[in-house]
C-alpha cells in the first residue's frame, strides 16, 4: 500500500508540472501561428530618410523606397518570390530590404508557424540570426553553418532549429536573387561556360561571296516594312512612317556582316593588302566586324563625332557592346567576287576591355527609331545571329557548372558523416537482433553491449545530431499525405528521415520495440538513469500489476487527444505536444523557460526508482507506434509452456512490466532489452531449465554401469 502511495505521489507531480507548463508558458495567443506582422513599420525602420514608400507592384512584386526622387532602396517578401516549406511544413515569410547595389539592409520575420520556435528558441535568436544578412551582396554564396570554403560566406546557424534556419537562408537568396536580376543589379548567369577561343592565324581559303554567304561566314539581317510596321503596334509610332498595303514587302534594310579579323573573311571580302594592313592595326584581344548594308543606314544621318553609334551594337553573354568614332572606319571597297552593291560599308573594331570570345556565339542588333515629337523617339530593336565556323578557329570545350543542389541535396552533403555513422549503427542492431539467440547466451556481453548501444544512442543520435523523433513528425506526416504529398520536407533532416526509415522497418518486422528500446534518445537516457541507480542500490517502486495496466491507457488517450487538436490545428497541437521533453532535453539542451526544465528533469528523476516511467504512461510516440504491433511479421522472443503458470521469473524481472501474468509478452508495451530472453537460455536462472537438469542428473545418477562379460 505504501508503494502505491508513492508512486500516486509521482504520477500527481508529473501531472501538476505540466499543468504548470501549460499555464505558465503557453497562454492563448501562444497557442497559435506567430501572428503576421505588417511590412510597412518596418520598412520604415529600415529606410528612415525614405520620404516615398511605393505600393507594392510590378513583376516580382517589390516595393520601391524612394529619398524625394532618388531610389535608396527595395524591399520583398520571400512567400511573393520563394515559398519554400520550412520544418512545419509552412513557409518562414520574411521581409527583405537591399540597395540599388544589392547590399542587404536588413531581414525580418514577418510570419512563421515554426514549434520550435514558438515554444522553444526565443524570437531574439531568430531576430539575431537574420541580422547577419546586413551588408552581405546578393552576389554572395551564403551558407549556413559547416566548414569555412574558399568563395562561400558562412552564417552561423541557430542551435535547435538547424533546418528552419537552412530554409531561412534559401528564401532570402532565392527571392534576393530573382529581384536584383529583375532590376538589373545582376545578370542571368550562364548556364555553360565557353573559355576563350583563339582564330586559327593560318587557315585560308579562296571563296567567292555566294560560298562565304552559303556556309555561314558572312550573315544577313534582313527587314521588309512590314516586320518593322508590326514591331511598332500599340505604340504611339504606331502609324509614323507606316507602309501601305503595296509597300509592305518591301525592303526596309538589308545588312550583311562578319567577322573580318578571320583569313579566309577578311582576306576575300578586303584583299591582301587591307587585310594586312588592318591585322597590324589591331591590338591583342581586338576583333573586327564588317557591315555592309542597304536600305535604313545603320550609322544613322544623325551621327556627330565624338559620339556613340546608336543604331547598331553587338550582344554576347548578356553584355551590349557600343561602338564609338575611333572603333569605326569606312570600308572603301570590297574585292570579293559576287558581292553585291551597298549603299555603305564599314569596319567597326571591338576593343579589348569588352573581352569579347569569337568561340562564343553573339548576335548583331539594329535599332529602329521612329520620332513622336520634336526630341521624343520610340525605338525597337532587331537581331540576327552569329556562329563562328569551327574550321576558323580553335574552340575549347564548353565547362559546364556545377548543378547548384537542391537545399536537401546540400543537407544531405553537410551531414554526410552523420548518415555513415548512423547507418553502421542501424547495421550493428540488425545485426545482433538477427544473432539475438547467441548473443543472450552471453549475459556479461550483451549487457554491456546493450548499455554501451544506449550510451551512443544519447549522446550521438540525441544530444549531437538532435535525431529524437516527436509525434509532432506524425502528425506532419498525416497532414501531408493527406494534402499535396511531397517527400521534400521529410528529406530535410537526414538523421530524423533515417530513423523515420529504420522505425518503420522494425515496425514491420518487430513492432515498434526495437525503436522504443534502442533508437529513442530520451528512453536511452532514462534506462541509463535508472541502471545506475540499481547499480548503487536505490530501492524501486512498482505499482500493482492491476494499476500499472490501467495506466497504459493515459498514453493512448493523450495521443488521440492530440490527434484530434492537428486536424483542427497543427500549429496547436504542437504546442501541446510540449508533454513531450524531448525538445527541451536534446533540441535545446535544457536551455529554455525553467518551467519546460523542471519538468524534464522531474521525469528523468522519476526513473531513479521506476523505470521508464514517461516511455510507460505518457508517451503519444510511444502509443503512436504501438499501432503497428498487429501487422508485425516476426514473433522471435521465446516462451515456454510454463511461463506465467507456474513460472514468473520472467515477469517479475521484466523493468517495464511488459510481461502479462499469464506469461504472454505485451508486445505493445516491450522494449526489446531481451533480458528476458538471457533468463530463458540461462540453465542456473531459468526454473524450466533447472528443473530439466535436475532431472538429467538424475537420470545420470539412477544409470546402472553396464558390465562387459567374455
Avoid at 159 to 183: D, F, H, P
Avoid at 216 to 240: C, M, P, Q, W
Avoid at 312 to 324: E, M, P, T, W
Avoid at 386 to 408: G, N
Wanted: hydrophobic fraction near 45%.
Amino acid at each position: 500500500m505504501q508503494k502505491l502511495f508513492s508512486y500516486f505521489q509521482i504520477t500527481k507531480l508529473s501531472v501538476t508540472l505540466l499543468a504548470l507548463l501549460l499555464s505558465v508558458c503557453l497562454p492563448a495567443n501562444a497557442l497559435f501561428v506567430s501572428p503576421p506582422k505588417d511590412p510597412v513599420p518596418i520598412i520604415k525602420e529600415i529606410f528612415p530618410q525614405a520620404t516615398d514608400i511605393g505600393e507594392k507592384a510590378g513583376e516580382p512584386l517589390i516595393w520601391t523606397i524612394r529619398k524625394n526622387d532618388e531610389v535608396i532602396g527595395y524591399a520583398f517578401e520571400t512567400n511573393d518570390l520563394a515559398k519554400i516549406p520550412a520544418y512545419s511544413g509552412e513557409p518562414v515569410n520574411m521581409l527583405v530590404a537591399i540597395n540599388p547595389e544589392g547590399v542587404y539592409l536588413g531581414a525580418k520575420v514577418l510570419e512563421h508557424h515554426e514549434p520550435i520556435i514558438l515554444a522553444g528558441i526565443p524570437e531574439s535568436k531568430l531576430h539575431k540570426f537574420v541580422d547577419q544578412y546586413d551588408g552581405l551582396n546578393v552576389t554572395d554564396r551564403l551558407k549556413v553553418g559547416g566548414n569555412q570554403t574558399e568563395g562561400i560566406v558562412h552564417i552561423d546557424g541557430l542551435s535547435g532549429a538547424t533546418v528552419t534556419v537552412m530554409v531561412m537562408n534559401v528564401a532570402i537568396v532565392k527571392s534576393a536573387t530573382i529581384v536584383a536580376r529583375a532590376l538589373g543589379i545582376i545578370s542571368a548567369s550562364q548556364e555553360i561556360i565557353q573559355p576563350m577561343g583563339t582564330i586559327y592565324p593560318e587557315v585560308f581559303e579562296k571563296a567567292d561571296w555566294t560560298k562565304l554567304t552559303g556556309d555561314g561566314s558572312i550573315r544577313k539581317l534582313y527587314l521588309n516594312r512590314k516586320t518593322v510596321d508590326e514591331a511598332f503596334v500599340g505604340t504611339e509610332a504606331e502609324h509614323i512612317e507606316a507602309a501601305s498595303a503595296e509597300q509592305k514587302q518591301d525592303m526596309f534594310a538589308e545588312v550583311y556582316f562578319a567577322q573580318v579579323n578571320i583569313p579566309t573573311v577578311g582576306r576575300n571580302i578586303l584583299g591582301d593588302r587591307e587585310y594586312d594592313y588592318l591585322m597590324s592595326s589591331l591590338k591583342p584581344g581586338e576583333h573586327a566586324l564588317a557591315l555592309m548594308g542597304t536600305g535604313y543606314s545603320f550609322k544613322g544621318s544623325g551621327y556627330v563625332r565624338g559620339a556613340i553609334f546608336d543604331r547598331i551594337q553587338v550582344l554576347q553573354n548578356g553584355d551590349a557592346i557600343s561602338f564609338r568614332d575611333l572603333d569605326h572606319a569606312r570600308l572603301p571597297d570590297i574585292y570579293i567576287d559576287g558581292a553585291p552593291d551597298f549603299t555603305e560599308r564599314s569596319i567597326f573594331i571591338i576593343r579589348e576591355h569588352h573581352e569579347f570570345n569569337p568561340a562564343s556565339d553573339w548576335q548583331l542588333e539594329l535599332l529602329v527609331r521612329r520620332q513622336t515629337g520634336p526630341l521624343e523617339s520610340i525605338f525597337t530593336s532587331f537581331k540576327a545571329d552569329y556562329h563562328t565556323l569551327d574550321k576558323y578557329i580553335d574552340r575549347p570545350p564548353v565547362i559546364m557548372p556545377e548543378p547548384e543542389l537542391t537545399l536537401a541535396q546540400q543537407v544531405w552533403k553537410e551531414k554526410n558523416t552523420e548518415v555513415i555513422i548512423l547507418f553502421v549503427l542501424l547495421a550493428i542492431l540488425l545485426a545482433s537482433l538477427f544473432l539475438q539467440d547467441i548473443l543472450v547466451r552471453h549475459p556479461t556481453f550483451m549487457h554491456n553491449f546493450r548499455h554501451a548501444f544506449l550510451i551512443v544512442t544519447v549522446v550521438f543520435i540525441g544530444w549531437s545530431w538532435g535525431g529524437q523523433l516527436s509525434v509532432v513528425n506524425v502528425f506532419t506526416f498525416l497532414q501531408a499525405f493527406m494534402s499535396d504529398f511531397s517527400w521534400d520536407l521529410f528529406v530535410l533532416d537526414p538523421v530524423i528521415f533515417i530513423l523515420w526509415g529504420a522505425a518503420a522497418v522494425t515496425m514491420l518486422l518487430w513492432g515498434r520495440a526495437v525503436y522504443c528500446g534502442w533508437l529513442c534518445p530520451f528512453g536511452a537516457l532514462q534506462e541509463l538513469i535508472n541502471v545506475f541507480a540499481r547499480y548503487i542500490k536505490i530501492p524501486q517502486f512498482e505499482l500493482p500489476w492491476a494499476v500499472h495496466e490501467r495506466l497504459w491507457a493515459i498514453k493512448y488517450l493523450i495521443l488521440l487527444g492530440l490527434f484530434g487538436i492537428s486536424m483542427e490545428s497543427l500549429a496547436t497541437a504542437e504546442q501541446f505536444a510540449e508533454i513531450e521533453p524531448f525538445k527541451t532535453t536534446f533540441l535545446l539542451k535544457f536551455d529554455r523557460e525553467w518551467p519546460f526544465v523542471i519538468y524534464a528533469i522531474a521525469l528523468l528523476a522519476i526513473n531513479v526508482v521506476n523505470r521508464k516511467f514517461f516511455c510507460r504512461y505518457l508517451c503519444p510516440l510511444g502509443a503512436a507506434l504501438s499501432t503497428s504491433n498487429s501487422v508485425r511479421l516476426f514473433s522471435w522472443l521465446r516462451r515456454r509452456p510454463e511461463c506465467g503458470q507456474p513460472c514468473k521469473t520472467c515477469a517479475k524481472e521484466c523493468e517495464i512490466q511488459a510481461i502479462n501474468p499469464d506469461g504472454e509478452i505485451n508486445m505493445r508495451e516491450c522494449h526489446y532489452c531481451l533480458d528476458c530472453q538471457v533468463t530463458y537460455f540461462n540453465e542456473e536462472k531459468c526454473p524450466p531449465l533447472k528443473k530439466l537438469a535436475r532431472k538429467k542428473q538424475k537420470y545420470k545418477e539412477q544409470q546402472i554401469p553396464a558390465v562387459v562379460t567374455e
